[in-house]
């Protein structure tokens, strides 16, 4: 076995250890920690991590992890480092939807090389480790997906909140004026990591995030790769650590929207 799949098995462990703590915690009272304008973080976000954490550092104590809500640990000359959000979609999951996935990847080199996204309420786990393929609970997943742009279901990101968050979302609405009338329909799920899967699966056919976090889209990057999709940021460099937006799409409807969103 090679050892991207046995960092993946690692992985689906780890995701799980996540799982049952979300699933234990559905339907109790959750307590609520601010982190900025019309932002937050549950109890629940906080105790996935925390339990994701333990397992990693038992099971591979030499590489460091950053985690959307405790930051970094751990030794910061790895080639290594694992990437996690323990809820991506947490204002969906605190509004009782069940769009919301825990997110893991491993790094190397800044690029993806191993992902999972385990949605615990449709019970999919979708995985991936370079050179392996992709799967969705174990079926391979390869999508092929339209030639033409007004064919494609384009997933997009969240509108923005916070500082600036007025004229970030003039220009998104002025790419969405851009874009309604030449494709077939735009979706907005509130999960990149889920955004990604979906395309991998053939549910939406393009995504695009003009802001967004290496821990939100690291695994989907790589699940989304394995499957035949092309991420690249939207100045069509290949995505990795350190890129600001995503942009992903099989390569006939990536070219054409990197010339619309460029």
Request: charge should be negative.
């Amino acid at each position: 076995m090679s050892e991207l799949l046995e960092f993946l098995g690692t992985a689906e462990q780890a995701a799980e250890t996540a799982v049952a703590v979300i699933r234990a915690g559905i339907g109790r009272e959750r307590s609520i920690s601010g982190k900025g304008d019309r932002d937050f973080a549950t109890d629940l976000d906080y105790a996935a991590e925390d339990a994701v954490r333990a397992f990693l550092e038992r099971e591979t104590p030499a590489i460091p992890l950053l985690g959307e809500e405790r930051g970094r640990t751990g030794d910061t000359e790895s080639h290594y480092e694992w990437v996690l959000d323990p809820i991506d979609g947490t204002i969906n999951f605190a509004h009782g939807s069940p769009m919301f996935g825990v997110s893991l990847a491993l790094v190397r080199n800044g690029m993806p090389v191993v992902g999972v996204v385990h949605a615990p309420m449709s019970e999919e786990r979708f995985s991936a480790a370079l050179g392996h393929g992709a799967a969705l609970n174990k079926q391979a997943l390869h999508t092929a997906g339209p030639s033409r742009l007004s064919e494609a279901v384009v997933a997009m990101g969240d509108f923005s909140v916070g500082p600036d968050a007025d004229k970030r979302n003039l220009r998104r609405l002025a790419t969405l004026q851009r874009l309604v009338p030449k494709v077939q329909r735009i979706r907005m799920l509130g999960t990149a990591a889920l955004d990604m899967c979906w395309l991998a699966a053939g549910r939406v056919d393009a995504v695009f995030h003009e802001r967004v976090n290496l821990w939100d889209v690291a695994a989907g990057t790589v699940i989304c790769r394995e499957a035949g999709v092309l991420v690249t940021d939207l100045d069509g460099v290949d995505y990795g650590d350190g890129a600001l937006s995503v942009l992903a799409a099989v390569p006939p409807i990536h070219r054409a929207l990197l010339a619309e969103l460029a």
